[in-house]
């Protein structure tokens, strides 16, 4: 709700433009899903704090001057910076190689053959067994990386 108010008081915007910018905004750790987005702004609506206009056949909603009001009554600390505060920064690294490692596995499933499928299964079954084994390590024995991108 916060965040949504924030990023309407800066300029009107369609729903799908509130999801991309919270999630560029938190460097991608906080992505809104639809499902969570849509019902707010219909919610904001009904309190009289955004209206919705038609643009091109997808809704662009815009704060009402009680919205404008409420986004200004506010913490001034967008709720996106808040989350980035929070996080440590050796899990931005690990959350990305995992995000690109996902991405990997997606291409892997639809477009490789039976044979690269058997294949990627097995690293990824000597990945994780090897991710579990970095737990069983002493932190004094281990180096630890970078995280690969």
Excluded: C
């Excluded at 959350?95 to 639809?110: D, F, G, H, P, Y």
């Amino acid at each position: 709700r916060a965040a949504i108010l924030a990023l309407l008081a800066e300029q009107p915007r369609h729903g799908y433009e509130i999801i991309r910018e919270i999630g560029e905004r938190s460097g991608g750790f906080w992505r809104p899903s639809p499902g969570s987005v849509y019902p707010t702004l219909q919610l904001l609506a009904d309190e009289g704090l955004v209206i919705s206009k038609d643009e091109h056949g997808k809704k662009l909603f815009e704060l009402t001057d009680a919205g404008r009001t409420a986004a200004e009554e506010q913490d001034s600390t967008p709720p996106w910076e808040q989350i980035a505060q929070d996080v440590d920064p050796a899990e931005v690294g690990l959350a990305k190689s995992a995000k690109n490692l996902a991405a990997a596995v997606v291409q892997i499933m639809r477009a490789g053959s039976e044979s690269q499928q058997a294949r990627a299964a097995e690293v990824l079954n000597d990945a994780r067994r090897s991710l579990y084994g970095i737990l069983g390590e002493d932190e004094d024995e281990s180096s630890a990386p970078e995280a690969a991108e």
